[in-house]
């Protein structure tokens, strides 16, 4: 009796065990595809920048202060390029950075939490309006908007698509920095209450100081954001390399180089075409760079309770 | 010292507690100003939102007619319409929900399911994080090289398709990792207890629990993927296209055609930077409609998948 029950089972266990082996082979291919594709893209950019670099050399790239790839007489300097990327992000943050701590601080130690759970999906909403519409908002509604305070305001400028940007982001940086604030235990705050203290003195001095590093990774990682938003530059700042540090002037970013240079078609293999992928490497090294140190940041927030 | 005294101690406490009072009460007053501030820093993105959706509504209202849906782009911008652009869309999204959708699912359940404890769970880990923070136009570029020139897919819907599925891939992977997180370990214990294979039980048991969680990542996901624009420019999706793919569907056997997948196109958002791009106020209320369009499709996803996590929320009774 037990060998026929074993024998009828048997089979089926071993039909099961391949099964098992097949789904968990396909799962892993899935995952692993995440470590392909990071491959593929750091391949890509350094193959095709290679072939830049061949035709013009590092140091120009790094001091040259001219960028007219398209130009007879090209010159690759990245610094306008750079330039322009800064001060969209700079404007960007300085509309963020004290938007988003307001709101963090606001939802997460005042808010009641009917308020909180009303506001909270607005927010999300906010995130997920397409960036192309943003940049229309940018050029034909903030830039009249800011021509009423600033007359000779350029119909395209980076002050204009820097503020926008600037108010993308805030529900980003605004729910990582609730997160690090969310995470300081209770008991501080409760500690803090019972000597007196009220509820903007506790929210100062008790709970800003406990999450500070994860409030400072948020800020990176707008950077990261701000830095890396392409149309709503591409659209309202101009398209124009420009070495200035004055926002009302027109001027371009790494990314909006990148679109305009894709929308002119170029030849596959020609100087123009390698130079947006050696502008997309160091695109990609500014924005890793601020992600690492948010990592690191929050790793040490995390080892703190 | 107090015993000999008892008169002035006791007015010095009064005043004392006077003194306080008018502290506390001040204090309490900053709180009141600070929380009315951070409300009113929280309402400028509701305000942002409703500008914006205010001001697109007055430049583009009355360019949405039945034509606006069914006209090709045109150099007359009365005339000019979206019907290329939101087939386009359809049609890459198709690819992208196809491709991008599977790979990331499974990715996620592999992570929480199956990753064993070692340095290859790790590095994916870590990858799927530095995808996520990569900026959507290096994504471009990636398809630029690979898909358009290295596999000669040309500028095609399935090289924007895959581009955006290995776009939203972080997203979602995120999203169905959570999902699956929060159920708890006694239902898989349970199951494991009857003998069941582990991917009896996560078939069985952990994915239909973790679905709603994993469609709301996923909705967020292709809504991001509708909106997006500048990976599809930069792998140079036309901007002006006056004809519509091959149908998907034939008269002659199989019935199914997948020549479409190699054609050229555009997508909404494409058609809405093109338009914004061009001088000229007719055009730009053109952009607004178009822009009407987008903001309509990405918040009603959105707003779906945010409802259907509330109520998964509400629901949930472990």
């Not at chain 1, 760079?289 to 940041?297: K, P, T």
């Not at chain 2, 019907?83 to 499974?106: D, F, I, Q, R």
């Not at chain 2, 898909?147 to 090289?159: M, P």
Request: net charge neutral; glycine share 6%; with cysteine.
């Amino acid at each position: 009796m037990a060998s026929t029950t074993r024998s009828l089972i048997r089979p089926r266990v071993h039909h099961r065990d391949l099964r098992e082996r097949i789904v968990e082979a396909i799962l892993f291919t899935c995952a692993a595809s995440a470590v392909a594709i990071t491959t593929a893209i750091v391949v890509v950019l350094l193959v095709e920048s290679a072939g830049f670099f061949e035709r013009v050399s590092i140091v120009d790239f790094l001091t040259d202060t001219m960028w007219t790839p398209l130009f007879a007489e090209a010159r690759y300097g990245i610094l306008p390029l750079l330039c322009g990327t800064v001060l969209a992000a700079g404007v960007a943050l300085i509309v963020a950075v004290p938007l988003g701590l307001m709101v963090a601080l606001y939802l997460s130690e005042f808010a009641p939490v009917k308020v909180r759970e009303t506001i909270k999906p607005f927010l999300e909403l906010l995130e997920g309006v397409p960036t192309v519409v943003y940049g229309y908002f940018a050029l034909l509604f903030v830039t009249p908007l800011l021509r009423n305070f600033i007359p000779d305001l350029p119909g395209f400028n980076v002050l204009s698509p820097g503020i926008v940007i600037g108010i993308m982001i805030v529900p980003y940086v605004a729910s990582v920095s609730e997160d690090a604030m969310r995470a300081v235990p209770n008991s501080l705050r409760e500690a803090s209450y019972a000597c007196g203290a009220t509820r903007l003195q506790t929210t100062l001095r008790v709970v800003v100081p406990a999450a500070t590093s994860g409030i400072v990774a948020a800020f990176m990682l707008g950077i990261a954001r701000a830095t890396g938003e392409t149309m709503v530059v591409a659209i309202a700042a101009g398209q124009q390399p420009n070495l200035t540090l004055d926002p009302r002037e027109p001027a371009a970013t790494i990314t909006a180089y990148i679109v305009q240079v894709a929308l002119g078609d170029l030849p596959h293999g020609s100087i123009g075409y390698q130079s947006i992928f050696a502008a997309g490497l160091v695109l990609l090294v500014i924005t890793l760079l601020f992600n690492v140190l948010a990592h690191l940041l929050r790793m040490r927030f995390r080892e703190a309770y | 010292m107090a015993s000999l005294s008892p008169p002035v101690t006791v007015t010095r406490a009064a005043a004392g507690i006077d003194e306080l009072r008018l502290n506390v009460a001040r204090r309490r007053r900053w709180d009141i100003v600070f929380a009315a501030v951070g409300l009113l820093a929280t309402s400028v993105g509701v305000i942002t939102l409703l500008a914006l959706f205010v001001d697109l509504l007055l430049d583009g209202y009355h360019r949405l007619t039945p034509e606006f849906f069914l006209s090709y782009p045109s150099r007359r911008a009365d005339q000019a319409g979206i019907l290329s652009a939101w087939v386009g869309t359809c049609l890459v999204m198709l690819v992208t929900a196809a491709v991008g959708v599977p790979l990331s699912v499974c990715a996620g359940v592999y992570l929480e399911e199956y990753a064993p404890r070692n340095w290859v769970t790790a590095l994916i880990e870590i990858n799927v994080s530095n995808l996520a923070a990569v900026p959507s136009i290096v994504y471009g570029l990636l398809a630029l090289g690979l898909f358009v020139y290295a596999l000669n897919f040309g500028q095609s819907i399935l090289s924007a398709g895959l581009t955006l599925a290995l776009m939203i891939m972080p997203i979602i992977v995120v999203a169905t990792r959570e999902a699956i997180r929060a159920i708890p370990h006694t239902i898989r214990e349970a199951a494991y207890a009857v003998g069941a294979t582990r991917w009896q039980v996560t078939r069985d048991h952990v994915l239909p629990y973790a679905i709603p969680g994993i469609a709301t990542g996923v909705i967020i996901g292709l809504a991001r993927a509708i909106g997006e624009t500048a990976p599809l420019v930069t792998i140079g999706a036309l901007t002006f296209i006056a004809y519509l793919p091959d149908p998907p569907f034939t008269s002659t056997p199989p019935f199914v055609s997948f020549d479409w997948l190699w054609s050229g196109f555009t997508v909404l958002p494409i058609q809405m930077f093109n338009w914004v791009s061009r001088p000229g106020t007719a055009f730009h209320a053109n952009a607004a409609a178009a822009g009407i369009v987008i903001v309509v499709l990405t918040l009603v996803m959105n707003g779906f998948a945010i409802w259907l996590r509330y109520r998964l929320r509400q629901r949930i009774t472990w």
